[in-house]
Each structure stands twice: as structure tokens, then as C-alpha cells.
């Protein structure tokens, strides 16, 4: 079983910035892919940022390239996102999500686990 739990979360002006962590438990999160979640009321869960399990390739929505980055450090068992020049849009619960296999995917159901989330809030 693996934990996982996000961090730096909070409110922000817009054109501000903030950095989420997401640390894992467990001595396997280098094989697993990792993906950036988000959720604002009302709505679906959204892929936003995605990683693989070597860091080598990194996948964005529309809505944040430019302006996110999605990294890995497997030292640390830890996966970040930046998010820069943010928009009272970006407003939402932030989840990480983690794929046991490696792969990154847009559908959150291809997840087998999840974090519980962090509240970042754009004021405009």
C-alpha cells in the first residue's frame, strides 16, 4: 500500500505562484507514474500535470502549459508541481495520484493511488 499526502496549498493573488509537494510512502515510488489532479466545485476531476516513472517525459493540459511543471525527486520519494503566473481559475482541491505501473494517463480512474488532496485558492 502506498501514502500519499500533498503539501503547499493555500491562497495566492492572481499572478502569483505556489509549489505543491506530494510525498509517497514505500520503497517502489520510482516505478510509479504521477499525476497531477484537480478538482473545483461542482465539477469533474481533472488530469493537470503528469510525470513517468524516470522523469523523463512530462505531460500538461492546455489549460496550464507555460505556466506549471511537474517534477520527481526518487531520492526523496516526492513529486512536485510549480505553478506559476496563476489565474483565480486554477482555484480547486489539488490531488497527486500515483500509477503502479509507471505509465501516465489523463483518466483518473487509471490511478491505484491518491493523496487527499490541498485547497489552492486564487484570489483575482
Known amino acids: 500500500q502506498v501514502q500519499l499526502v500533498e503539501s503547499g496549498g493555500g491562497l495566492v493573488q492572481a499572478g502569483g505562484s505556489l509549489r505543491l509537494s506530494c510525498a509517497a510512502s514505500g520503497r517502489t515510488f520510482s516505478v510509479y507514474g504521477m499525476g497531477w489532479f484537480r478538482q473545483a466545485p461542482g465539477k469533474e476531476r481533472d488530469f493537470v500535470a503528469g510525470i513517468n516513472w524516470s522523469g523523463g517525459n512530462t505531460y500538461y493540459a492546455d489549460s496550464v502549459k507555460g505556466r506549471f511543471t511537474i517534477s520527481r525527486d526518487n531520492g526523496k520519494n516526492t513529486v512536485y508541481l510549480q505553478m506559476n503566473s496563476l489565474k483565480p481559475e486554477d482555484t480547486a482541491v489539488y490531488y497527486c495520484?500515483?500509477?503502479?505501473?509507471?505509465?501516465?494517463?489523463?483518466?483518473?480512474?487509471?490511478?491505484?493511488?491518491w493523496g487527499q488532496g490541498a485547497q489552492v485558492t486564487v484570489s483575482s
Open positions: 495520484a500515483a500509477h503502479r505501473l509507471g505509465y501516465v494517463f489523463k483518466n483518473p480512474e487509471e490511478y491505484d493511488y
